[in-house]
């Protein structure tokens, strides 16, 4: 991966000429993205980032008798990129839960597969989807694709629709695309399906063919493997017909006066400015409703038949959201939508647009633990829309990070660093040789738990570090501007740490490259003590500051601070800073004021350092 994310001249030159991109809106009732689709407050950023757009119209008729649903998509896309487009192409998530799909190949050669998607046969982990029926698969078969009303070529290709367009569409075009299809909701795998393992009918997630975005690296039409997603920003119509008894909850506003005919009603939900929709359905659904003061109407679906105990937890969890939607609002950014569901629902825990699908039958500091991670999830690959499947870090790190702050706080644990599991995890995969760099797709890792603990804990040490470097104050404000500069876009990792630089006046290129695309390691230590000269030594290869504590023989103590000279500049610091330290160099000397008694490094264990008995002498 590149650092620096430049477009070509031509792009910025095209952009320049025109006006398919303007302002987007972060008021809590998000505009239409057809009326706004990006910019920023960098004027370098106004003249070069674009994005592309998608009006989404859907019918969609569900049979909850055999799992099977009729579907008419009508989708306007809008070329916003300076690039003539000959081809699109569109995911169908369903194909992937069918013997023989990549999912199912994945599962049989990777050395860790996921639990929820195998049995045990014999004593060896057998793919569940291997033995799927054909009653029980999952499918998205397009039948008709028209482009202006004309027919186009489609290959379904396992999860991907491959379009060659009749005609090209040209930079600031908008092409109507009419789409027939229809579908079977799998058994319950992974993420999507009918009847999970609590019960709920229907969890209908990446359900409907997804339009594949397109941006500066060009298509990211991923098959379904295993892991996450990424999306083109739009507005979302669906139309909804199912059995009238059930409750439906999920993506967009509910539109008043449903329509009822027989034993079937059609539900209309409306949904701006999102790149997803999502919606889950039981006839046996609980729906709660709570009010943020000064935020969204807060809606809880959960089964009437879970024990008295869960049924309480699911009662006692909505206060506890209240305080999760408050604390990230005024950490990152004002939540921007009128509403948000907590839906039981899934196989786990899953952030989508304007809600979350979670299992319910949990102790109760499990389920507001799972909500809270779902739930920073809003802004963390939602609002701040990053590519998971090729910055899956910045997503599961950074949502794992605010979320343990979030609990530390509601729950006044008042830990010393909320991330220390992280830096656990971190440490283990840095020393089991089994390490990858940041940059590795989510799918192709050697194992789930090296994916595992790079994205989630890995990413989190990332922040938490970075405000070592930087200062806790400054990594605060960068998220902040990060959400106002970022918000209803698609950023990458160096858009992150560019706004960081700003913030803090740093150069941090050193550390997104050393941290995230290669697995250097850190490991300071004191080399020496003699009267008052202090030698330490570099023996990682990652460059840091650092931050160091010394005691005197006197008894007095000095918190020193010795930045690192790449960074050209220093964190705001009450220490006594002294002379940079250029990397090259592996060892560090310096005279202290006086006789040293001992000396330790990162006294406040916020440098990821993999060998901490080195660190004070």
């Given amino acids: 991966m590149k650092k620096t994310l430049l477009f070509s001249l031509s792009a910025s030159l095209f952009l320049m000429s025109c006006n398919s991109t303007k302002s987007v809106s972060t008021t809590s009732t998000p505009m239409s993205t057809s009326q706004s689709t990006a910019s920023s407050n960098s004027s370098s950023q106004k003249s070069t ?178 892991r996450e997603f990424h999306g083109v ?100 950014g004002k939540y921007p939508y009128d509403q948000y569901s907590v839906i039981q629902g899934g196989d786990g825990g899953m952030e989508y647009a304007m809600c979350t699908l979670i299992t319910g039958k949990r102790k109760f500091g499990s389920l507001v633990g799972v909500t809270a991670h779902e739930l920073a999830h809003s802004w963390f690959q939602f609002l701040l829309a990053t590519n998971e499947g090729k910055h899956e870090w910045m997503d599961e790190g ?86 106002k500069d970022w918000s209803f876009k698609h950023p990458t990792p160096n858009d992150f740490i560019r706004v960081a630089e700003k913030v803090s006046g740093l150069e941090l290129e050193w550390y997104l490259t050393d941290w995230t695309m290669t697995t250097n390691t850190i490991d300071y230590s004191v080399k020496s003590i003699d009267g008052n000269t202090v030698t330490l030594e570099r023996i990682g290869e990652m460059p840091m500051p650092i931050d160091l504590e010394i005691t005197y023989t006197d008894g007095s103590t000095e918190s020193i601070y010795i930045p690192l000279q790449m960074m050209r500049g220093e964190k705001p610091t009450t220490a006594t800073t002294i002379t940079d330290w250029a990397w090259a160099h592996l060892t560090y000397s310096f005279t202290a004021k006086k006789a040293v008694k001992s000396v330790e490094i990162d006294a406040k264990n916020l440098m990821a350092d993999i060998d901490k008995t080195n660190n004070k002498k």
């Fill in 398 to 483: 950074f949502t794992s990070y605010i979320s343990d702050h979030a609990m530390d706080l509601i729950n006044k644990k008042n830990a010393d660093n909320p991330a220390a599991s992280a830096y656990r995890g971190y440490n283990f995969l840095a020393k089991s040789g089994k390490e990858e760099p940041q940059t590795t797709h989510a799918d192709r890792y050697e194992s789930n738990r090296a994916y595992g603990i790079t994205a989630y804990n890995k990413g989190s040490v990332f922040l938490t570090q970075l405000g070592y470097v930087i200062g806790e104050d400054n990594l605060k404000k960068t998220l902040k501007q990060y959400f």
């Fill in 49 to 226: 980032y674009w994005q592309q757009h998608v009006d989404y119209k859907m019918e969609i008729d569900m049979d909850v008798n055999n799992y099977q649903y009729q579907g008419k998509q009508k989708l306007v896309y809008t070329n916003n990129s300076p690039d003539v487009l000959d081809k699109v192409f569109y995911h169908l998530y369903f194909n992937a839960f069918q013997p023989g799909s990549e999912m199912d190949a994945r599962l049989q050669s990777i050395e860790d597969p996921d639990g929820r998607m195998v049995t045990e046969v014999n004593g060896k982990k057998q793919s569940r989807i291997s033995t799927l029926k054909p009653n029980e698969i999952g499918y998205i078969n397009v039948t008709s694709l028209k482009q202006n009303g004309g027919s186009v070529k489609h290959i379904t290709a396992g999860t991907v629709l491959e379009v060659t367009l009749n005609k090209a569409i040209q930079p600031g075009e908008s092409v109507t695309f009419d789409m027939v299809f229809d579908a079977q909701v799998p058994v319950q795998i992974r993420r999507s399906g009918r009847n999970n393992k609590e019960g709920v009918a229907l969890s209908m997630t990446q359900w409907y063919p997804k339009l594949s975005e397109y941006d500066f690296e060009g298509w990211h039409a991923y098959p379904y493997i295993g």
């Fill in 233 to 332: 920003w739009g507005d979302f119509d669906l139309k909804l017909t199912i059995d009238k008894n059930y409750v439906v909850g999920g993506t967009g506003y509910l539109q008043p006066n449903p329509e009822i005919k027989g034993n079937k009603k059609t539900l209309h939900f409306k949904a701006p400015n999102v790149h997803d929709f999502t919606w889950a359905a039981d006839p046996d659904y609980i729906h709660d409703t709570t009010q943020v003061p000064n935020g969204p109407m807060l809606h809880f679906y959960y089964k009437k038949d879970l024990s008295a105990e869960s049924l309480e937890n699911w009662k006692n969890l909505q206060p506890k959201t209240v305080e999760m939607m408050q604390y990230f609002s005024e950490n990152i």
